[in-house]
């Protein structure tokens, strides 16, 4: 994706968004299909050589199998892939692999936060009242701020059309600079408080003197009350995560080891907000340690919602040693959702995006998205991960595109069979990408996943209905990741600018 994807001068003219190929390593096939066909021509082979033509015979019910399956998908996935995953879940029962539950009389080793699996090594600090999340494993870091764009999707095409341009120029930077591993975007919809509006009415009625007995005062209350349940909030976060490896030079600079990586994050964190108010988008604030835990508190247990959000002061946010569940299981037998403190979830990879035109905002619906029979507000997480690539990467990955493009062009012709519209439409937006990045934009390698939340299953069914008609709505498409709940989760609810391999 570019950092642009071709936005036209005109507002009224919508913009395009390239589409994620189709071509695979060899005429659509990824790698494992191709093992599973060259290991099924193996056995072909051995059958006819050790028993000859009946061996075609014999041999079927071993190379048969991994021949079909090479070529049928499930679930948007290759069958082979899929098949692995399926596996995994499998072997991870027995061993316990797939429920954690924190004991909190454990004794766990001081600064690393309550996760589960290798992620329980990440340790999170305080700069100056700002998160900075070190990965040890990843050698990263990582800082999170709250953004706001006000009413951006409340704006005129013009409006909208201007912001997008000077957002721009941000995400390119991002690309010619060394040590920017990955920049996550996030939007949050989440049930929230009205105690606002409850502290104006009581400020209010103070100043009029009105009778709290008094049957307005007492219909007002019930109104207020009645509304809790229905109060939503819509929140904007950007997570930038640094490549200590490639930024070895500057923290020996800096003096190395912790101080120097706090000092860096500083440094990084000045940068950003600089260049986004440059686009006009505020920082509403970086996020400290206790409102950076409390963002995957809420997921975890939506109940805690209302009770965090009345939290002020000195005592907002969460203890980052309740960052984690306290109960998080993948059950068996039902492999596309993941159970969690007062919660059910269910973690989308969106795989198309619109083939047509699409408006600048044009992900309205889905961040308003409804449910079918209730018309509550959908509960969701959609995160957008973009990993920076340096332009001489970039137009080699390209050049490499076209050499497979070409050559199922021409594995085609000798078949006798002529590339298809969609085949087409691959080798244009190779074109459209390596145009824009000759004209000076950046390129992004990313991934967008949408988790959504409810309190039980039947209601998460209803919420993933909405969400759906909401995507289909925008021209996009989206897949559960079947087998891999609990990791899609986690990379959706923990702001630590995390990825899915």
Not at 36 to 65: H, S
Not at 119 to 124: A, K, W, Y
Not at 234 to 253: E, I, P, S
Not at 413 to 418: I, L, M
Request: include cysteine; charged fraction near 20%.
């Amino acid at each position: 994706m570019s950092s642009t994807a071709h936005i036209p001068s005109d507002p009224a003219r919508p913009v395009r968004l390239p589409h994620r190929s189709r071509q695979g390593i060899v005429l659509g096939l990824d790698g494992w299909q191709l093992l599973f066909l060259a290991v099924a021509a193996g056995i072909l082979l051995i059958g006819v050589n050790r028993f000859g033509p009946p061996g075609l015979l014999f041999a079927l019910p071993l190379y048969g199998p991994l021949a079909v399956a090479a070529l049928i998908t499930v679930h948007g996935l290759s069958a082979p892939k899929m098949v692995g995953l399926w596996l995994s879940k499998q072997a991870r029962h027995p061993l316990g692999a797939t429920a954690q539950r924190y004991r909190p009389e454990q004794s766990r080793l001081e600064g690393t936060l309550n996760l589960p699996g290798t992620r329980s090594s990440i340790q999170l600090w305080d700069v100056d009242g700002m998160a900075s999340v070190y990965h040890p494993l990843e050698r990263t870091v990582s800082i999170t701020a709250e953004l706001e764009v006000q009413g951006f999707l409340m704006k005129d095409a013009p409006e909208r059309l201007e912001l997008a341009q000077q957002w721009s120029p941000v995400l390119a930077s991002l690309t010619q600079r060394p040590g920017i591993k990955r920049v996550t975007l996030q939007e949050r919809t989440t049930r929230t408080t009205i105690r606002p509006a409850r502290d104006q009415y009581e400020q209010a009625s103070r100043k009029r003197m009105v009778d709290p007995t008094g049957p307005a005062a007492v219909n007002y209350r019930d109104v207020l009350d009645g509304s809790e349940g229905f109060a939503v909030g819509h929140r904007n976060y950007l997570t930038l995560t640094l490549d200590l490896v490639a930024l070895g030079a500057q923290l020996k600079a800096l003096g190395g080891g912790k101080q120097a990586i706090q000092a860096l994050s500083a440094v990084e964190a000045g940068n950003l907000a600089e260049a986004l108010h440059s686009a006009k988008i505020t920082v509403r604030r970086w996020l400290s340690p206790r409102e950076l835990a409390e963002l995957p508190r809420s997921t975890f247990d939506p109940e805690s919602i209302p009770m965090l959000r009345n939290r002020t002061g000195e005592q907002g946010g969460v203890d980052p040693a309740g960052i984690g569940p306290m109960y998080l299981e993948e059950p068996r037998g039902r492999n596309g959702i993941v159970y969690t403190d007062s919660a059910v979830h269910t973690t989308m990879w969106i795989h198309e995006w619109p083939r047509s035109d699409a408006p600048v905002g044009f992900l309205a619906p889905l961040v308003f998205a409804r449910h079918p029979v209730t018309n509550e507000a959908v509960t969701h997480i959609l995160s957008i991960v973009a990993a920076p690539i340096p332009v001489g990467r970039a137009l080699k990955n390209i050049r490499e595109e076209k050499k497979v493009w070409r050559g199922n062009e021409r594995l085609r012709a000798k078949r006798g069979t002529h590339g298809s519209i969609v085949d087409e439409s691959d080798w244009l937006a190779l074109e459209q990408r390596e145009q824009e990045l000759v004209a000076g934009h950046g390129e992004f390698s990313y991934g967008a996943y949408l988790t959504v939340t409810a309190s039980s299953e039947p209601e998460l069914e209803q919420a993933i209905a909405g969400a759906r008609n909401a995507l289909s709505v925008v021209g996009m498409e989206a897949q559960i990741l079947y087998c891999q709940q609990a990791e899609a989760l986690l990379v959706n609810a923990l702001p630590l600018g995390l990825g899915m391999k």
